[in-house]
Structure formats: C-alpha cells, structure tokens
Nanobody, 115 residues
C-alpha cells in the first residue's frame, strides 16, 4: 500500500518561507513523477509544481520564481521550498505521486499565510 506523508506546513506571515516535505512509503523510481497541488477554500485543487524522474519541472504561473520543487529518490521524498509567501498561497497542500500508471495522494498539510 502506497502512503504519502506530508510535513512542514504551518502559519507564516506574508513574505516568509516554508519548506514542505513528502515521504513515500514505497521506493520512488526515476520514472515516477512527483508533485504538489493545493486547494484553497471554495476553489478547485490546482497544480503548484511537478518534477519528473529526470528532473524536469513545471510550475503554476502564480508561483514561478518563488517556489522550488526538488526530489531525493534515495529518500523517496519530494520537497517544496516556498519563499516570499503571499496570502493567496493559503490552502491545503497535497503531495502526489504517479507510479506505474497509478496516482497516489497524501492527506494534505495546511499552509496559512497571514497578511
């Protein structure tokens, strides 16, 4: 059974930084894609950032230049470094793993940015 456990969320003032981590309970291969999504109150879940096994990344326009996604396959972990946070970054952040054609999700971690 695949489990994804997120950590690192919390309350931060605008302009601050947080680093999210997501550890998978299974081996993450270089062919597997990992990513972060978020859902703000009353809105649909949206892609924040994604990273392939080769290290290719893509980001939502709203976070480009502020967020950085990275992964450590040896630790089966993906990270999201979030800098210059804004109140509109508030939401529940979910880790995602695409592994051998199946999608897996973490339970989410709350990020709240106060103005």
């Amino acid at each position: 059974q695949v489990q994804l456990v997120e950590s690192g969320g919390g309350l931060v003032q605008a302009g601050g930084s947080l680093r999210l981590s997501c550890a998978a309970s299974v081996r993450v291969y270089s062919t597997n894609t990992m990513g972060w999504y978020r859902q703000a109150p009353g809105k649909q879940r949206e892609l924040v950032a994604r990273i392939t096994g080769s290290g290719s990344t893509n980001y939502a326009d709203s976070v480009k230049g502020r967020f950085t996604i990275s992964r450590d396959n040896a630790k089966n972990t993906v990270y999201l470094q979030m800098n210059t946070l804004k109140p509109e970054d508030t939401g529940v952040y979910y880790c995602a793993l695409t592994r051998f054609g199946a999608d897996y999700w973490g339970q989410g971690t709350q990020v709240t940015v106060s103005s």
